[in-house]
């Protein structure tokens, strides 16, 4: 199944509730209770030594990837986008592979910035963005500079 299947089987099995908040509400609740059942299956292996139920466990999975699509939705966010920034971040935290010192001595300024670029480069329509007929630059690292400020300014 692909993302796109996903999201439609997401979208006609999910509750309606009176506003997004509440929608928004519903799939945070939703995460953390389905994080419950994926723990529980390890805390009754743990202190009863049940021996724990796989297939169990990636039901959990996949009951925990249905409220993270339901927020997407909800929110109007691809969730491509998200998988992508996840990457970016972590691509960012850790240039090669992971590593205890990056992960122990984290730039959380640069992770930012990654994140915010994701995030704020999403609310532009790049189809309809132009610059004024009457700027000029210099070179081409200059208009790059113009569009990376006016992309990413509040
Ligand atoms: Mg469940």
């Known amino acids: 199944m692909n993302l796109q299947d996903f999201k439609e089987s997401v979208i006609r099995t999910m509750a309606e509730l009176d506003s997004p908040w509440h929608d928004n509400l519903h ?3 939703g995460l953390v209770t389905e994080s419950g059942e994926l723990a529980d299956a390890f805390k009754k292996e743990l202190a009863y030594h049940k ?4 297939t169990n466990v990636k039901e959990e999975l996949g009951d925990l990837l249905w409220y993270v699509m339901g927020m997407c939705i909800v929110n109007g966010w691809d969730l491509e986008d998200i998988l992508q920034t996840n990457s970016d971040k972590l691509k960012a935290r850790y240039p090669e592979k992971f590593d205890t010192d990056f992960a122990n001595n984290r730039d959380l300024k640069k992770e930012r910035k990654v994140l915010e670029g994701a995030s704020t480069i999403n609310l532009v329509d790049i189809n309809s963005f132009r610059f004024p007929d009457q700027l000029e630059f210099e070179s081409g690292e200059e208009y790059l500079k113009r569009v990376y400020d006016i992309m990413y300014s509040e």
């Open 51 to 54: 021996e724990i139920d796989w």
């Open 27 to 29: 799939m945070v609740l």
